[in-house]
Every structure is written in C-alpha cells, then in structure tokens.
C-alpha cells in the first residue's frame, strides 16, 4: 500500500465516520447533488468527451474531419483540443447541472459543429444524458462538402458493453445504433445514437457496394485497458488496415474516393470499444441519447429538442441574476462575453483518475541550507527516481483545454472564485477533491498529472512532482468566499443575488450542512497550514532584533537561479544569486491569507485554542511584513535575502511582488504604507499600463527580458485582487477611499476592455496581455484564471461616486 493509498482509506473513513451526526435530510440532499453531477463532459482535453464522476467506467468522444481529399484527413482529423487549429470554440452556455451548448469554428475542415448537452435527472444512477451533434457547413465550403463523424464509446474496468439488434452480414445499420451495457456504479443502460438527419454521398464507385455511406457503420471490439484512451491512434491504425485491403483491390488506377476511404470495417458485437461512423454530404445533425435503466423513462430525441430551450432559458435568467455585466459593461455583447467565458471556465471541469510521478527520496540535497543548494537539489532531481503513487483521483477545473488540461493548485483557488457565485455546493465538491489529495504530512502536489493520457502532455523533466514544493493556498480564498456568503446570508436578507445563489445550495441555506463540511474539511485544513509554517519556513534565526522573535517570515522551496516554479510567478526576478537564507514578501503574504482564513474557520467551528493561536501568527505576519520587507529607500515591500556581509538586504524588484501584502488583504486601509502602494500601482512608469497592472516595472532592468513570463506581460489573477483590494478601500471611509475609487474605476474598465478587445478580435480568451499592445498571448484558449474578468464585470459600478464627489 502506497502512502497515499492509505490516507485516501483514511480520509473515506473520515468522512463515513460522521456520518451519523449529519441529518437525514442533509445525506439525502447529498446524494441528489452528487446525483447531479455524475455526467458531464469531463474530458476537457477533448472537443467533446462525455464521462462520468467515476474512476473506471464508460466514457465516449467524438472525431470528424473533411473528406475530399486524400492528402488532408490525417491533419484534420479532429479529437483532442490542440491550439491554433479552429478559429474558436467552446461552451457558449453551460451549467454543470444542467447542460449547455458548445460551438465549434473549424476553418480547415470548412464547418461549424455543435455540440449540445442535456442531463436528466432520475432513477438510482445519476441519471441520463443526451448530446446533439450539428455539424454545418461553412461559407467557403461546397455545397456537398462531405464529413466523416466518429462517436466512440469505451468501457474500463468491469462491467458489459454491446451492439444490439446489429446484423454482422450486413453492409452497415440502418436507423438507430442502439448499446447496451452494465457496470456496477451505473446499473443497467441502453446508448443510442440516432439516424440523424442529412444526406450522404453517393460515390459511384464500385466500393460503395460492400460499404454504402447511408448507413451507419459499427466496429466493435476489444482493446488494451492502457489503450483506451487513444481513440484516434487506435483508428488510424485500423483504418490504414482497411485502406491495405481496399487499395490492392480497386487498383491505384481506380482507388475509391476519399470518403469511401476512411471508413471502418463494419462489425458490430461485444467489446470495450465501439466506433460509430457516419459520413454525410452537407449539413447533418444526429443525437446520443443515454438512457440510465433505473431511469423513469427512456430518453427520445424529442424530449433533446425540449430540453435544450428550456436549459438555454434557465441559463440565461440565472446567468443574469448572478453576474449581470454592471455599467459600463451594459451593452448585450457584454453578456455574450462574459456567458462565453464563464461556461467555458466551468465547461472545462473535468474528472481525472490514474497515478502520479513522485520524487519520495527525501534527499538531504532538498533540505537547501547550504550555499549553492540548488546545483546540489539539481543534481538530485536527476539522480532520484520517481515512483509512481496512486492512483488517485481529482474533479477540478483546469487553465486550458488544449494545453493544460489538468489541475493546477494555485490556478483552483482562482477558478473557484466565479464558480462559488454560481453553484457554491459544486464549488466545495471539487475543494474536497483536492484536500482528498494530501499526503500525510499535509502536502498537495501543485500539478496534478494524473494516468497516462494527462502524462502523454508533459514533458518527462516536468511530471516529477517534489513533497517538499509548495505553490500558494489560494484554495483558502475560497473559503473565506464561503464564509462570507454564509455571514452576509445571514445579516442582508434583501439581496437578491444572495437569495438566489441561496436557493442554489444546500451549503447556503442549511446551516447543519455548511457546519458539517467545515467541520470535515477542518482536520484536512490544519494539516495542511502546519505543513506550509513547516516547510517553507525562512531561516530567521540570524535576526537578532526584537520584531524578529517570531518565527514570521518564509521561503519557497525547489528554486532554481532563474524559477521559483512554486511561487507560481515562475520567471519573476528574485535574490542573485539563490540563498537558503532568503525571505519571500509574496509567500508570506500568502501565509497571512491562509491564517486568517483558518482562524475565521477556527472561530466559526468554536475551537477556540486553535483560534487564539492562529491570532498570534496572524500578528506576527503582519509585522513581520513591514519589519522584514519594507523598504523605506524604495518606498515599496521587497523580498530579502542575506548579503556578502552576513546581513539581512532588501531585493526590490518592483512588480506583482511588492504588491503581495496589499493583493492579499494584508495592507489596511488606514495603513501608512497604503499611499505608497497605491502610488506604485499608478505609475505610468512602473506598473500602470493602458490594459491593466504589469506583472514588473517598465523601470526595472528585466522589464521584457529573458522569458518575459512573468516580467511585464498582464496577468488577470492579480489583477482580479488589486481590483477586488481597491473595491474593499474604496467602500470604506479612510484617507485614501476617493483615491482608490478613481482607480477601481478605471482599472476595472481597462481590465475587462483588454479582455473583451482580444476576444473579439481572436475568439479567444488569452493566458496574459501585452502591456504595450493589449494583445491576448501565450496560451490560446486560456479559459481558466482569465475568466475571473466574468467577476469584474458584474463589481459595482462606482463612477457615480466619482463625479458626486468632482
Ligand atoms: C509544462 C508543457 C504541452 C504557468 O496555469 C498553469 C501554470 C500557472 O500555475 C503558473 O503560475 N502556468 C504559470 O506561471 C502554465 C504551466 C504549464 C506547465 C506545463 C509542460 C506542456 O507542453
């Protein structure tokens, strides 16, 4: 048993052992809601994959491409997101419970595809699901542009799948394909993937007699487990196989036309994988219905079409009642921008199984206290094996589908923060998932490169994942979010949105629930923040002077010359050269959040010891943020580091770090410090830009250098806090309010203009922006963390406060 395996035991039993103080009514809620949530395109990597919240069991995916020519179908052949190869896509509506509608722009197989989706709820196994597939063709396309489609169908694990009511003689099936299976966790159930409607080509050829296109070709069949997840290699495989026999047969004087070409053997049966091929000539539309047999009745096409209306409807009046776009957002397009990121932020939620890399050496070179730690930790790394733990599983949102679609720690807490508006008992779900993860000592892998198909994506140098690396709490952050629902449910009776997002949970509108999560996640919680105080704890002990007395001031480790990877800031300019003596202003900003998010737990939960202990930290931290990081030459917070006299010297590089005590709540708004914090934040020539605040100073001497990562370029998480820290100062009476509203405005404006700006333009949403141009870049399709600008837009509107005071 691996360590993990153990813990994972462990915390089940956690969770069942309190079981009996939770009320009947709050399991029986429970269970509904994870009801809910059992199906859902959780393959964000794929443009379309359909899997329940299951480790092993069935999943389905969908592949198309153009057929005209011989020469473009292995190109086009679409299956996995992949970036720069469709003019945009993705969820235009979507909401986990009940489904939505995804577009696809496909230039170079000249069509656009739909996808829409559609749960139903009933019976005893999560439900049924039904997806329509529209495929039209473009402008630039002939008027019988001819598309292959592929809908497969895989089952891990134990359980049956097969073909029913197929005849093997025959040249394909006419009508609707019908499956029918069983596993244990989803009983009895019968998918069917209709007719359809559309036309299909007539080549004329003489092939066409063994494989006529109007029917529906089915091949069945058994795979490797190991293999399952490669769909596409898997049919490209089979295929050339058919193209080896059709060849040699027709002669390559007469070779039959491409869509006759790339077709599948049609032999329908048993096994664990199934691909249903259907080639039409124009446009074409036809469904998969999934019927659950414990369900009240089976799924139609009929009750599709009902349902995806009154899902759109209910989408939109609820979309409107949570994040309406404020002034001066207030034009329809804005709505349509922020409903497109937004769905695809919570669209891209997937549900990922399988092991991990793990460096479990301990090595005494990871300890980093002697100069030159990190050649040593370097030399490590490549000498230690990582094993293999797990498996494990994860129900997260992700940064982007197609190049990281997978769990990124820091990134959560972020993507958490629009989703907690929306479903909060979703959003507490997927922080469960994630704390499922910890190890025993309380640490959670900042990447969470789970089974091998999450693997195929990294590069080797980068899946090992290190016990002793961090990245920031920002999960913590969301739990204050909740906290604050919970308070202001409480106290403000008159808010709609409230009322509305109340109606929505059951951790919002029982009390008995929301105390019961706490007090679950409580334990995981605490382990947690002890393994963070212990781990990145800075080397203090040099200090003699009496603010340095507590232990307040912190280190990430695993840093490189050029990285601090953990930091999440990976490229930012620090301490030259690294120094196990070093102090990180952003990490203890981030243990400053964590504590006072535990210790409102703490006091929420009654543990009053606990709260009294994380008071003293959060004093501490506070002040040792000023005493071991402010600068009084720079004006500004810095990192420190230990200097070639032995002596504790400020690094300032002036940027998103010299911000961290005020992003994370640290700075108040009476502080002394607060002017000039806001004063950095203007400034034309340091970090103001025309599209939001630069990640570094136009001053500094990286400004744009090297990687150029995190070293100018906009990003939108930080940007999200200054202007959530600006709104808080602005709303409450203090010397700098009128000061902060005027920015709050106005970075608040440039922040969602940057956004909107680059998506009309491109279709998508980017990973960072380009201070000077405003261009999104990076990352295509980074749907993740920049969706927060969803949040921006539905702030308060504050101009009027502005003028009055003018
Ligand atoms: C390396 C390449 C196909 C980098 O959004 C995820 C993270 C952030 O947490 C971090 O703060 N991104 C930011 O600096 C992207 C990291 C991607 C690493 C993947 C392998 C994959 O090649």
Redesign the pocket.
């Known amino acids: 048993q691996s360590r993990h395996g153990t813990l994972w035991q462990g915390l089940t039993c956690l969770f069942a052992l309190q079981l009996p103080l939770v009320s009947a009514q709050v399991a029986e809620v429970e269970k509904a809601t994870n009801a809910s949530l059992l199906w859902g395109p959780y393959r964000p990597n794929l443009y379309f994959g359909v899997r329940p919240r299951i480790p092993k069991g069935l999943m389905g995916g969908l592949m198309w491409t153009r057929v005209e020519d011989y020469q473009s179908v292995q190109a086009n052949f679409r299956h996995t997101c992949e970036q720069h190869e469709l003019d945009g896509y993705g969820w235009d509506e979507y909401d986990v419970r009940s489904g939505g509608r995804q577009t696809i722009h496909d230039p170079g197989n000249k069509i656009d595809m739909t996808t829409e989706f559609i749960k139903y709820p009933g019976g005893e196994h999560g439900g049924s699901w039904g997806a329509r597939i529209k495929g039209t063709p473009r402008e630039d396309a002939s008027p019988n542009l001819r598309t292959t489609v592929i809908w497969y169908n895989t089952l891990e694990g134990l359980g049956s799948l097969e073909v029913t009511g197929a005849d093997k003689e025959e040249t394909g099936i006419e009508g609707d394909v019908v499956l029918s299976g069983r596993t244990m966790e989803l009983g009895d159930f019968e998918l069917k993937v209709t007719e359809g409607k559309g036309a299909h080509p007539h080549t004329g050829h003489p092939s066409y007699d063994d494989k006529p296109l109007d029917r529906t070709l089915v091949h069945s069949g058994q795979v490797p487990e190991e293999a399952i997840w490669q769909a596409k290699a898997l049919l490209f495989a089979h295929m050339k196989g058919q193209i080896d026999v059709l060849i040699p047969k027709y002669g390559e004087q007469n070779p039959p036309p491409p869509a006759q070409v790339y077709t599948i053997q049609h032999l329908p049966g048993r096994g664990n994988m199934h691909l249903v091929q259907k080639v039409f000539e124009g446009p074409f539309e036809f469904d998969i219905l999934f019927s659950s047999g414990s369900a009240p009745e089976k799924l139609t096409s009929e009750h599709l079409t009902e349902q995806i209306d009154s899902v759109t409807s209910s989408f939109s009046t609820r979309f409107t009642e949570i994040f309406k776009p404020q002034a001066p957002f207030v034009k329809k397009r804005y709505e349509e921008f922020s409903k497109s990121l937004f769905s695809n932020l919570i669209g891209g939620i997937g549900y990922f199984f399988g092991d991990s890399r793990v460096d479990r050496s301990y090595d005494p070179a990871y300890e980093e206290d002697n100069e030159g730690f990190w050649e040593e930790a370097a030399e490590a790394r490549s000498r230690n094996q990582a094993q293999l733990e797990g498996p494990s599983e994860l129900f997260t949102a992700i ?2 589908r197609p ?2 679609p997978r769990g ?4 959560e807490g972020f993507h958490l923060l629009p989703v907690i508006d929306w479903d909060a008992d979703l959003t507490l779900d997927i922080i469960k998932s994630w704390f499922q993860l910890m190890d025993e000592d309380g640490w959670i892998a ?2 969470q490169i789970l089974g091998a198909e999450a693997r195929s ?3 080797e140098e ?1 899946q090992v994942q290190y016990p002793h690396y961090a ?1 920031p709490p920002t999960l913590f952050m969301v739990i204050t979010a909740f906290l604050d629902k919970l308070d202001a449910i409480k106290t403000d009776t008159s808010s709609e949105k409230l009322q509305q997002e109340k109606s929505y949970s059951t951790q919002l509108s029982n009390r008995e629930a929301a105390l019961q999560y706490l007090r679950t996640l409580y334990p995981l919680l605490k382990r947690n923040y002890f393994w963070y105080r212990k781990t990145q704890a800075g080397d203090i002990k040099s200090y003699d002077r009496e603010a340095f007395s507590t232990k307040e001031g912190y280190r990430w480790r695993g840093r490189t010359p050029q990285h601090i ?1 953990t930091s ?3 490229d930012y300019p620090r301490a030259q050269p690294p120094h196990p003596g070093e102090l990180h202003v952003d990490l203890i900003s981030w243990m400053g959040m964590m504590t006072r998010a535990i210790k409102r737990i703490a006091v929420y939960l009654d543990e009053q010891d606990d709260a009294a202990e994380f008071a003293r930290y959060d004093e501490a931290i506070v002040r040792n943020i000023d005493d071991l990081h402010w600068s009084d030459k720079e004006k500004t917070y810095c990192d420190a580091t230990i200097d070639d006299y032995e002596e504790h010297s400020l690094i300032c590089h002036k940027g998103y770090i010299s911000l961290f005590p005020f992003l994370t709540g640290l700075v108040d708004k009476d502080s002394k410090r607060l002017g000039a914090v806001l004063d950095l934040i203007e400034d034309e020539d340091e970090l103001w830009s025309p599209y939001g605040i630069r990640s570094l100073s136009k001053s500094d001497e990286f400004y744009h250098t090297a990687e150029d ?2 070293r100018g370029p906009v990003w939108m998480p930080i940007n999200y806090l200054a202007v959530s820290q600006l709104l808080n100062i602005a709303q409450a009476s203090g010397p700098h309010q009128s000061r902060a509203t005027k920015m709050y405005n106005e970075l608040r404006k440039r922040l969602v203009d940057t956004v909107y700006e680059s998506w009309k333009e491109t279709g998508f949403a980017w ?1 960072q922006y380009n201070p000077e141009t405003g261009k999104g870049q990076r ?1 295509q399709h ?1 749907t ?2 920049t969706s927060l600008v969803v949040k921006i837009m539905a702030m308060p509107d504050l101009s009027d406060w502005v003028r009055d005071e003018l």
């Open positions: 940064p982007s190049f990281f990124f720690l820091w990134d900042r990447e994506k990294v590069p980068f990245n990877l999440g800031l990976d990562y995190w990973e990352t980074f993740g963390w």
